[in-house]
């Protein structure tokens, strides 16, 4: 599974290549705690690819407003 993601992101800015989809926030989501808990190599490939997903507008717009209820249930 690990070559096939890292080689299928090595073709392309997403996982199908050029366009963003459902895949890329799933990928996406589920790469940022895996590299952040050290459950994945950090390498470029990966690293970038987060950085592709997470900075995207609508991305940044849900995790503000996931902040924003967290906050609200303290």
Same mark, same amino acid.
């Given at each position: 599974m690990f070559?096939?993601?890292?080689?299928?992101?090595?073709?392309?800015p @997403?996982?199908?290549?050029?366009?963003?989809? *459902?895949a890329?926030?799933?990928?996406?989501?589920?790469?940022?705690? +895996?590299?952040? !808990?050290?459950?994945?190599?950090?390498?470029?490939?990966?690293?970038? @690819?987060?950085?592709?997903?997470?900075?995207? *507008?609508?991305?940044?717009?849900?995790?503000a407003?996931?902040?924003? +209820?967290?906050? !609200?249930l303290?």
């Open positions: 070559d096939t993601l890292t080689a299928q992101l090595s073709k392309g @997403y996982i199908l290549g050029e366009r963003f989809t *459902a890329d926030l799933l990928w996406g989501a589920s790469l940022t705690w +895996l590299l952040a !808990s050290k459950l994945m190599p950090e390498l470029p490939v990966l690293t970038d @690819y987060v950085e592709r997903v997470m900075t995207r *507008a609508a991305v940044q717009k849900a995790v407003a996931d902040a924003e +209820l967290a906050k !609200s303290e």
